[in-house]
Structures are given as C-alpha cells and as structure tokens.
C-alpha cells in the first residue's frame, strides 16, 4: 500500500501526504518498524519523490517512541507518526 501511495503522489507531483492508518490494526516488531522505514526512504529515492508525510493511527501501531520515524528521518524523509488528525494537518501545514 505504502508503495501505491508513494507512486501516486510522484504522479500527481504531491508536496504533502496524509497516509490515514486508523482502521489499521496489528502491532509491528521492532525489525519491521525499521524494515517499514528503510523500504520509505528506498522507494523515495527510487521513485524521486520526496513529499513531506504525516502517518495518522494510533498505539501500538504507532510506536510511542516513534522508532519507525527515527529511522525513517535519519534517512531523509520528512515525515511524523502522529494519532490525531490535527497534529497531521499542522505538520502538513508547515513550510
């Protein structure tokens, strides 16, 4: 899915990316929140996109200690975990 939104948005030249996992559930392994990053910053650079990003759900699909998002950041991507709306808007919002 994550795929799918990236080659969307490079399509329609989106700067801003809202991914909603509310309705998502499970609860993701230290190795696959890391696997999950490392596969965003691989395909940004493979698709030459690179949109700031908010992804909306809540714990524990959403680490608290937002590792996946560490990892994602320390390579490149401007991205936030967030589980309110509004926190992803004013991200998004911001220059």
């Known amino acids: 899915m994550l795929h799918e939104v990236l080659v969307e948005s490079a399509k329609g030249g ?10 998502m559930g499970g609860i993701p392994t230290m190795l696959e929140r890391y696997a999950l990053a490392e596969f ?4 940004m ?7 700031r990003m908010a992804f909306l759900g809540k714990e524990p699909l959403v680490d608290p200690n937002r590792f996946g998002e ?9 991205m936030r975990a967030v589980e309110q709306m509004e926190d992803a808007l004013k991200w998004l919002g911001e220059e």
Not at 14 to 23: F, H, I, K, P, S
Not at 45 to 51: A, D, H, I, Q, Y
């Open 14 to 23: 989106a700067t801003r990316v809202l991914v909603d996992c509310l309705q």
């Open 45 to 51: 650079v493979e698709l030459k996109t690179f949109p």
């Open 40 to 43: 965003l910053a691989r395909a």
């Open 70 to 78: 560490l990892v994602a950041r320390n390579r490149g991507v401007r």
